[in-house]
Every structure is written in C-alpha cells, then in structure tokens.
C-alpha cells in the first residue's frame, strides 16, 4: 500500500511514554513513509512536571517500536519558548530540516483540551484528528508514580552529604521505594509500555527521584493551601536581571520546588509594594546586591511581563522582570541569603550549555533580554 504522505508529523512531551502515545504513533507511521517525532520541552530542568531528559524519552519510544519502524523513525528535540509563534516557528524549522521541499506533510494529534490548540499552529498541513487514545494520560502516571507511598528517608542518608548530589534530598530505603513505585504503579500497567516500566523501576532507585518526589510533594501542599478560594488565585511576582562585563546575576535556590537549580533573583510581591519596590527588596534580599537605586534606575532598560499560564508549577503566575545593564562598571559585590543558596555572576556566553540546569522558564526569561537562542536555529535535530 503507498503510503498517503511523505512525512508524518507527531508532538508530544511524552513525560512518560505510555500506550496512547503508541497508538498515535502507529497511525504516524501507517500514514507516511517517514515519521517525525517532536519531543517538546526539550532541555528543561528535571521537575514533577518534566521529570525526564528527552534523550531518556527519545529511548523509550525507539525502544517501544520494532526494528523495521523504529528506522523510519526521527526525533526533533525542542525547547520550550513560552511564545507559541515562536515555538511553532521551531518545529517549522526543525522539520524543513529534515523533509524534502514540496514534501506531502500530515500532523497526528488529539484535541483533548485547550492544552491542544497548538495543532492549529501549522497551516499547510493536513490535520489527522483522532479520538482519544485510552484512558490514560502522563499527568496521572506521573501523580501515581511521585504519589507512591515511600518510606521515610534513613537516619543514615538524612547524615549524608554526598557533593555529586548537593541538591539532592536525602534517598529513602531503595527496597522501600521500588516496593511502593510498583505499588502505586499497579493499576496503570495495562497502560505503560515495557521500556517506560522500566525506566520508572531504574529512575525510583536513584537520587534524583527522591529529590523529584519532595518536589511533588512540596507543590501537592501549595496547590492546596489555596485550593478553597472562590476563584484559583493568580500570583504576582518580580525578577531582576542584572548585567555587568557580559555577565549575568543568577542565583541558586536553596528550596523546593528548584532546590539547587539556577535562576534570576526575585519573588513575590507584597501588599504595600508598588512592582519596583518589590524587585528592589528582592534582589537585596537574596544577593545584597551593593548597589544604590539611583544607579539602579540609571541601568534599568526594560521591564517586560511573562505571563505564559504553563510557566510556573506552582499556578497562575504573572512576573515582571526588571532588566538592567550596568555595562563596564565594576561588578557589584554579592552574598546568598533568604531564598538563596548561592549568588553568582555568569558568562553569558555559557549560559546556552546551562539551559537545563534553569528553573522553571528563568533561561527564557534571560533569552528575553540577552538573545542566547538564534532564530535560525530555534530547534536541533537527532
């Protein structure tokens, strides 16, 4: 049977893989001779919410797949802007790269919920809709898996202080956790592909999945300390970026959720506070950032608003980030304190090979300022 079209286009963040984004894939790859897979929020920061690598993700759906199909198959890492215009543009590129001009273009997806309107974002070619696939979708594996009932750390590794994993909260009993993982697991299994088990099995015994499962948790609590308002709130807060010799002001967080992970000073913002107040008081309070606010007014350049409404896992949340460039002067002296483990000035020509060590979409918001990204390389390929 000649297939329909050249290339088949499917997107997902596949966080973790599971048997409805199987079905897709296979109507994919019964549609066209080749298959592109766009693997989104490509070199984010392990959180609850993206847990796994896209290099980890790129191998479960290669490994879920039969030799013969798995060779008609590519994957397109892409990173989250934020910016749907922009994102679409990525994909656009990305795909280019690797299809022939003219070629016969079809994109796979399900509408499930607003989540989804990016399957409009690309006129020129033919949408395949299809129903939803199951009754299974990765936010409820990753609740089951981060929600397992997993014994309480050890006093042994409560008293370590291991520096290859500074960041890390303290691992509870490996037996425990797998026991508890494959518990919480149980009733989804009809659903996860072998490969994606077992990753799941190998990631729970590991440091990083205690950290991930506090960070779960810490968010879990927050959601719900507001969770009986009469409307979900939407939270207000302030960033500064400050640049100086061609370096950046970066702090690391001291706590959860993006315990030891990078990002520009700020915070929210208090009741009695106008916007440059508040950025003022937070960047004295994590850096104590030496310098007057006259100077501070004299460098400010931009303020810009972020407001994207999937920026934050902790909800709603609308910053205003205070761009400033203080040019050649001396570097202000800093010190961490409050929220702020370690306060730091980075080259910002490392700052591209630092992208997944940002929290949340503090990489963007430098990109915003200081152009890290190349529109004419917006996505890479594998």
Known sequence: MTAAYDTAIYIGRFEPVHNAHLALLRQALASARQVIVVIGSAWQARSPRNPITWQERADML???LPAAERARLQLLPVRDY???PVWAQAVRRGVAALTAPGARI???GHFKDATSNYLRSFPGWELISLPRQGDIDASTLRDAYFGAATAAPTSAAADASSSADLFADPATDPAATL???DAALLPWKE???PATLAFLRDFAQKPEYAALQHEWRVLRDYRASWAGAPYPPVFVTVDAVLRCQEHVLVIRRAHAPGKGQLAVPGGFIEQ???LWQSCLRELAEETHCALPEAALRAALRQVHVFDHPDRSQRGRTITHAHYFDLGNAP??????DDDALQAQWL???ALTGMEDQFFEDHFHILDKFLGLTDAAELARAV
């Open 347 to 349: 080259p910002i020509a």
């Open 191 to 193: 659903h996860i592909p």
């Open 82 to 84: 934020y910016d749907e």
């Open 106 to 108: 079809a994109l796979v």
């Open 62 to 64: 290669r490994q879920a």
């Open 272 to 274: 009695k506070e106008t």
């Open 179 to 181: 026991a508890a993982v």
């Open 331 to 336: 570097f202000p002296a800093v010190q961490a």
